[in-house]
C-alpha cells in the first residue's frame, strides 16, 4: 500500500507521525519511509541510518543556439510558462519557469534551444535496522518542487515494486501542487491536524483537495487535549474517520527535541499508532 501523510498547514505533526508509523510497522512488516517534502526533509533527524546510495536528480532546460536561429519567436509563442521570451535580437530562457516540456525545443524549425541537464537536487537512500528511507532534497534557490517528486517516486516505485511492502510518504504541506503530486497516486491519505481553529480550517482545506482527488482518506489529530473539539465535531457530522489521537504530552515534545523516536518510549503513543496499523491492515484486506 501507498500511504501519504499530509496536512493542511505546517507544524501538525507529519514528520513526527511519518517517523514513528514507519519505525511501529516495520517491527511486523517490510515498510518503505519517503520524505517528499523537498524543500525541507527531516525525517532523516530522527532515523539512525545509514547512507546506501546517492545520485544527483535533473530536468531539462532549453539552451540557445543562435547559430542558425531566426528569430522567429515560435519558442516564445509556445511555451505556455513564459520561460522563452524573444527580445530584439537574442532569446533569453528563464530556468525557474521551464516545465521541461521540450515544446520550445521540438518545435524549434532551426533546433536551436537544445535541451540540457541542470542539477535541481539529490536522492540518497538509507537503510535503518528495519526499513529502507529514502529523501530527497531541492537545490537551494530552484522554484519548482514537483520535478524533483515526481522522480522520487519514481524511484520508490522502481527499486520496491513488491506489493506486499508499506510505503509511507511524508508530504509537503499545503494544499499546492507539490501535495498534489505527493499523493495523486496514494492508495490512502492520512491528514493528521490538531485541535485548534487554524488545525481546524487548514484541515478542511486538504479534505477537499482529497475529495478533488478523488482520495480516501482520515484523520489523525495531534497534541490532542489543547485547544477544542471542533475537529471532533467536523469529522463525526462528516463521516470522517478518526484514526488516532495523539496526546499533547510534555515528554513527547522532550523527545522530539532530541531527535528521537516516541513509540518505544511512550505508551500512550503506541496505543495510537496501534490503531493507526490495524486500520491500515483492515483497509488492506478490504482492498485486495
Request: glycine fraction near 4%; aromatic fraction near 8%.
Amino acid at each position: 500500500m501507498k500511504i501519504a501523510i499530509a496536512s493542511g498547514k505546517g507544524g501538525t505533526g507529519k514528520t513526527t507521525l511519518s517517523t514513528n508509523l514507519a519505525s511501529f510497522l516495520s517491527q511486523t512488516n517490510k515498510v518503505v519511509l519517503t520524505d517528499l517534502d523537498v524543500e525541507e526533509p527531516n525525517s532523516g533527524l530522527f532515523l539512525k541510518s545509514k547512507l546506501i546510495h546517492q545520485e544527483d536528480k535533473y530536468k531539462m532546460i532549453p539552451e540557445w543556439n543562435k547559430t542558425d536561429c531566426t528569430l522567429c519567436g515560435n519558442c516564445q509563442d509556445v511555451c505556455n510558462y513564459h520561460a522563452v521570451i524573444k527580445i530584439v535580437d537574442m532569446i533569453m530562457v528563464f530556468p525557474e519557469l521551464c516545465h521541461s516540456c521540450y515544446a520550445c525545443s521540438e518545435l524549434c524549425p532551426t533546433n536551436s534551444l537544445p535541451m540540457k541537464k541542470q542539477k535541481i537536487g539529490e536522492l540518497k537512500q538509507y537503510k535503518t535496522d528495519n526499513f529502507n528511507f529514502i529523501e530527497s532534497r531541492l537545490n537551494i534557490g530552484e522554484e519548482q518542487a514537483v520535478p524533483l517528486i515526481k522522480q522520487t517516486l519514481d524511484y520508490v516505485d522502481k527499486k520496491f515494486p513488491d506489493d506486499n511492502i508499506y510505503k509511507l510518504y511524508d508530504s509537503p504541506p499545503g494544499t499546492s501542487c507539490p501535495v498534489i503530486e505527493a499523493t495523486k497516486d496514494a492508495d490512502f491519505i492520512i491528514l493528521i491536524t490538531e485541535p485548534t481553529p487554524f488545525g481546524l480550517n487548514d484541515v478542511i482545506l486538504a479534505i477537499e483537495t482529497m475529495k478533488e482527488l478523488k482520495k480516501d482518506f482520515g484523520v489523525v489529530i495531534n497534541r490532542y487535549g489543547i485547544g477544542n473539539k471542533d475537529i471532533d465535531k467536523y469529522c463525526a457530522e462528516n463521516n470522517i474517520p478518526i484514526l488516532a489521537k495523539i496526546p499533547n504530552l510534555r515528554a513527547i515534545a522532550e523527545l522530539y527535541s532530541k531527535g528521537e523516536l516516541l513509540w518505544n518510549k511512550i505508551p500512550e503513543v503506541k496505543e495510537e499508532l496501534q490503531k493507526v496499523q490495524d486500520f491500515i491492515i483492515k483497509l488492506k484486506k478490504t482492498t485486495k
